[in-house]
């Protein structure tokens, strides 16, 4: 694809479909995301409609070796343009030099219509082969009843092309009519009176412009590409005793890999034997590397440290860790922003406005022009045809999106759609869970205080409820019985109530644990456990049977990175909110170390969700970082959800962005690199429409009031010629220019 014309063409393809309930197309990344109805679709239906429009495509299956096949179809699509711009700009370079053939004393008796014939066998392979492309295009469109970039390009050099073979062939016939005024006074500089070098220079500017284009674009999706070389292509496999050097793609589930020293894991598995140190900062940006050892997961393009490890392969090729993320990247790379849809508004117009706009400019100056009228008024209307640039308006959004998605990859934030990305920039409130979020997520136990029984009775009915449990302080309970050697018990008829409390039936008796406000407490009992909240300890309160049989204090550690995550946002004029649903002392010490003034304690699930939606309503647009189950609608009740990646599935399904690196840190970095894809964004809109606006009337010559007399000033008249009328090669040169300055420009968010 090469326009924003493209895009709806496409689109409109694939909507025609039976059973296609909706298609977004990407100008940058050149995909397309269908979806289809609960029936189902056939493949061949869908690339049978792309290819009846004029194009082609094929299924992604595998986004890793689908990355890699279109890198090689990228490559030869380069290897094509730079031969048909070579070709085309070395004929227009001769062919404009050949035109003053006059001047050169043994060619001055040449016949204008032999030099027009030699030119005209020059000139046609260039139109017809290497401007066969456009012709094609351009009569795809036309059978669907539209027009793209190709029209244009189409249009323009053919009537340069054509005119002049008119000319060429006919030359007595027009002699001295207003197509062909008298011999000798043609445009200046075109002895002959064709323009041959104008059809093929703008053919030759074009595809040089989308070669310097195309390998631009090739950039934008570098991100991808770092992922993808991150998996080794080959695997040492365990058979039959033996250790197989095993291309990837033959790997399976189960089978025995080995790894050694500096290595990188070639698939996702399970420690069997040998222990080490990896490096995992692709997947989570934490540069401290990893102890493994039997039992422990590893996963593939991490980096193994000084020892050897054996492991069994459980996840492989695109099911692996390094696979999703390379595919969720490319889902978000190839989404396309709510702002595109002013772009989709201009783009249907765009075309046939040129058109109209040519078409006036033809008429009214074949009249209005200086002598000789009609080949003034045929040049300025190529010009405004092939400057026309629906093409920096295509590219201007979908390339930062691209790029500003790659980086973020590479920082460990993962985008979900360019909607996400666009919204981002909007924030001005975030509002993070406590536990797992701001705080380590790891708590351990660190006081015990009994009721009639003993700490060890007390921690094991309590790690027996906390047993099915995914919170992470029924983990530091399940964690600080096993370090005592404590066997939990069995526990029946288990339920969880997200961010209040566990219950279950152990031995015989109701037990529950959870927040100590919600029981009865002696006055001296309350004293100490007000007392350990103060100090940033959680109180859990364990009940057997309705009456209180002891506390269980929990301390987790504030991330290290948590201060300066919210004073970050501090600095970025964006307030910051904590809601838990730990008790008001425990969490109003957390707040203070942290810098959050705004807390919300002892909120169930629900009312985080209600919070969040309160501050939306007082005008505010809010991100929500959290990590758990119980963050998980307010997560959705968000402007923007942002999951914690060490959280649960639930709330990561339910986030637009997934920081992997668990850095709250994360939260300030995806707004400022959506703000900065925004401030991209709207330059690069903005040099598109300018372009399009200011120069479109210069090609229709707007300046020859100006310059009637034919006063252009001697540095500007290779632009403008003697009377202000824009020569069809700069034209063209702009046009391409346009479309590289866009791309180039969102370029800088990788850097």
């Not at 006059?102 to 014939?117: D, G, H, K």
């Not at 050892?293 to 193994?304: F, K, L």
Request: glycine fraction near 10%.
């Amino acid at each position: 694809m090469s326009c924003a014309a493209c895009v709806g063409h496409v689109e409109k393809a694939l909507l025609g479909v039976s059973g296609v309930e909706a298609a977004q197309v990407n100008l940058a990344t050149e995909s397309a995301d269908v979806l289809v109805g609960s029936g189902g679709i056939a493949l061949r239906d869908l690339t049978e409609a792309v290819a009846g429009a004029g194009y082609s495509a094929r299924k992604v299956i595998d986004p890793i070796a689908s990355a890699e096949a279109q890198d090689a179809q990228r490559d030869s699509e380069l290897s094509k343009l730079r031969k048909r711009a070579f070709v085309s700009l070395a004929v227009a370079a001769f062919l404009m030099a050949a035109m003053y053939y006059r001047s050169v004393p043994w060619l001055e008796n040449v016949s204008p219509t032999a030099a027009n014939v030699f030119f005209l066998a020059l000139a046609a392979p260039v139109q017809f082969w290497a401007g066969s492309v456009f012709y094609r295009s351009a009569w795809s469109a036309a059978r669907l009843g539209t027009s793209n970039m190709s029209t244009l390009i189409v249009i323009g050099t053919s009537t340069a092309f054509f005119y002049s073979a008119a000319i060429t062939a006919f030359r007595p016939f027009f002699q001295g009519s207003f197509l062909f005024p008298v011999e000798g006074s043609g445009v200046p500089g075109h002895a002959a009176g064709t323009y041959f070098d104008v059809s093929t220079a703008i053919i030759g500017l074009v595809f040089f412009g989308r070669y310097l284009e195309a390998r631009a674009r090739g950039h934008t999706t570098s991100a991808i590409r770092f992922l993808i070389g991150l998996q080794p292509r080959t695997a040492r496999v365990v058979r039959a005793g033996k250790v197989l050097e095993t291309p990837i793609e033959e790997v399976v589930p189960g089978d025995v890999v080995q790894t050694r020293p500096g290595e990188r894991m070639a698939v996702d598995g399970t420690v069997r034997e040998g222990s080490s140190a990896v490096d995992e900062s692709i997947l989570t940006g934490e540069s401290v590397p990893v102890e493994k050892s039997a039992g422990d997961a590893v996963y593939a393009g991490t980096v193994n440290g000084n020892g050897a490890l054996t492991f069994v392969a459980t996840k492989v090729g695109r099911e692996t860790a390094l696979g999703e993320i390379v595919r969720v990247v490319q889902q978000a790379q190839s989404s396309r922003a709510p702002v595109e849809k002013v772009v989709d508004l201009v783009a249907a117009r765009f075309v046939p406005a040129v058109l109209v706009a040519a078409s006036i400019t033809l008429v009214v100056w074949v009249f209005l022009a200086p002598e000789p009228r009609f080949a003034n008024a045929l040049l300025m209307t190529v010009a405004v045809l092939v400057i026309a640039c629906p093409c920096a308006l295509g590219l201007a959004t979908p390339t930062a999106v691209v790029v500003g998605m790659g980086r973020g990859a590479r920082r460990g934030i993962l985008i979900r759609d360019a909607e996400a990305l666009e919204t981002a920039h909007k924030v001005d409130t975030v509002v993070f869970d406590k536990t797992g979020t701001l705080t380590m997520g790891r708590p351990r136990v660190s006081s015990l205080l009994p009721v009639g029984v003993s700490e060890r009775e007390l921690l094991q009915l309590a790690a027996s409820v906390e047993g099915p449990s995914e919170h992470p302080l029924g983990g530091a309970v399940r964690r600080a019985a096993r370090e005592r050697r404590i066997e939990p018990l069995e526990v029946k008829r288990f339920q969880a109530l997200p961010g209040q409390s566990a219950q279950g039936e152990v031995a015989g008796h109701s037990v529950v644990v959870g927040s100590f406000a919600a029981v009865r407490l002696g006055e001296e009992l309350a004293r100490e456990a007000a007392r350990l909240s103060s100090d940033g300890q959680t109180m859990l309160a364990v009940t057997r049977d309705g009456a209180t049989i002891g506390l269980i204090g929990v301390e987790d550690t504030i991330r290290p990175t948590a201060r300066e995550a919210v004073q970050t946002l501090h600095a970025m004029d964006v307030h910051t909110v904590m809601l838990t649903g730990d008790n008001p002392a425990t969490a109003g010490a957390v707040a203070r170390q942290i810098g959050i003034a705004e807390v919300a304690a002892g909120v169930s699930p629900a009312e985080k969700a209600a919070r969040v939606g309160s501050l939306k309503r007082d005008g505010r647009a809010v991100a929500m970082v959290g990590d758990g189950i119980n963050d998980a609608p307010a997560l959705a009740e968000a402007d923007l959800g942002i999951a914690i990646g060490s959280g649960t599935d639930v709330a990561i399904e339910a986030a637009g962005v997934t920081l992997a690196s668990s850095d709250p840190r994360g939260a300030a970095e995806t707004i400022s690199l959506s703000r900065a894809a925004m401030r991209v964004i709207r330059q690069n809109l903005f040099w598109a429409f300018f372009y399009n606006v200011l120069l479109i009337p210069v090609a229709a010559g707007a300046l020859y009031p100006l310059f009637a007399g034919g006063d252009v000033p001697g540095p500007l008249q290779p632009l403008l010629g003697e009377y202000g009328f824009l020569d069809p090669v700069v034209a063209a040169g702009a046009m391409a220019f346009s479309s590289l300055s866009v791309v180039a420009n969102s370029l800088r968010l990788g850097r």
